[in-house]
């Protein structure tokens, strides 16, 4: 691969001697920079149409990547319901109490050891413009059969009185499940509506 350099004067030095860029010029960059993490952004989306919920799947969430950052709004259509994350394997949502999570809000606190969802929520969601959940996670080892993907996360929403509540969760598939891949995810409520959202997903290079 040609090796490209920097010319001088873009090349300056600073008050102990080191080699660093001229911030003040302006530079055109191209071909892919490597050695560096970053996010790629897969998928994009608000609507305004009422769902039963948000499916993202084995498009978005594949073995490209073996971890990827999610980060979207929901506002509920019904008042006082709760939000639900649930795990994707071979295509389809899995259920059986496959899933677990740990979640803190404030001094408050909720451990399952097994459940059909992870929960981003303490008190139930209000439906009010303004209200419903902001939320943003990271999944891990989505492509082991070793480790059980886990997520972890971090989330605001409005309580149905429009308190403003805030927590973190950590959860994913339980002990037992370490051998599903994971090949997507799927966004709902406990009544099963949502109103207005917008997602995004990224892959973690």
Known sequence: MALSKIDTPALVADAVGNTILDLSENYAFSGAVTGAGSLKLLFSQATATNASSIDIGATYINSTYDSYYVVGNVKMVIDGVQFYLKLKSGG?????????????????GALVDAADFIKFNYS????????????????????????????????????????????????????????????????????????????KVYGVV
Do not use: R, W
Not at 92 to 108: A, E, M, P, R, W
Not at 147 to 168: L, W
């Open 92 to 108: 389809s949502i899995v259920t059986g109490n496959k899933h677990g999570y740990d979640l803190t809000n404030g001094g408050n």
């Open 124 to 199: 139930t969601v209000g439906n009010a413009i303004g209200e419903g959940v902001q939320f943003q996670f990271f999944m891990h080892n989505v492509n082991s059969t070793i480790y059980p993907t886990f997520i972890s996360g971090f989330f605001k929403q409005a309580f149905t009185n429009g308190a403003p509540e805030g927590g973190i969760v950590s959860g994913g598939f339980i002990a037992p499940s370490y051998a599903l891949v994971c090949n997507g995810f799927n966004i709902s409520s406990s009544s099963g509506e949502l109103d207005t959202h917008s997602i």
